[in-house]
Nanobody, 115 residues
Framework: QVRLVESGGGLAQPGGSLRLSCAAS????????MGWYRQAPGKQRELVAT???????NYADSVKGRFTISRDNAKKTVDLQMNSLKVEDTAVYYC?????????WGQGTQVTVSS
């Protein structure tokens, strides 16, 4: 059974940093697409950043220059380094992976930015 397990969420002050990590287990298929999404209270889930198997990254305008997505294909992990955090970054963050022909989501990890 494929599982995506996220870690690294928590509380940060405005201007601070957090690093999220997501690890896949339970599959020997290759992972093409990896991405991070977030959902704030009362809002729809939105794309934060994506990265292809070749390492090409794409970011939402709201996080460009502050967040960096990276992946380790051997470890089947995707990380999100979040710097210069803002109050509006507060949300539940979810990782998403395309493994083989299937799409999988993590359970979500809470990120709260507050002074």
């Amino acid at each position: 059974q494929v599982r995506l397990v996220e870690s690294g969420g928590g509380l940060a002050q405005p201007g601070g940093s957090l690093r999220l990590s997501c690890a896949a287990s339970g599959s020997s298929f290759s992972i093409s697409y990896m991405g991070w999404y977030r959902q704030a209270p009362g809002k729809q889930r939105e794309l934060v950043a994506t990265i292809t198997g070749g390492g090409s990254a794409n970011y939402a305008d709201s996080v460009k220059g502050r967040f960096t997505i990276s992946r380790d294909n051997a470890k089947k992990t995707v990380d999100l380094q979040m710097n210069s955090l803002k109050v509006e970054d507060t949300a539940v963050y979810y990782c998403k992976m395309n493994i083989g022909t299937m799409v999988y989501w993590g359970q979500g990890t809470q990120v709260t930015v507050s002074s």
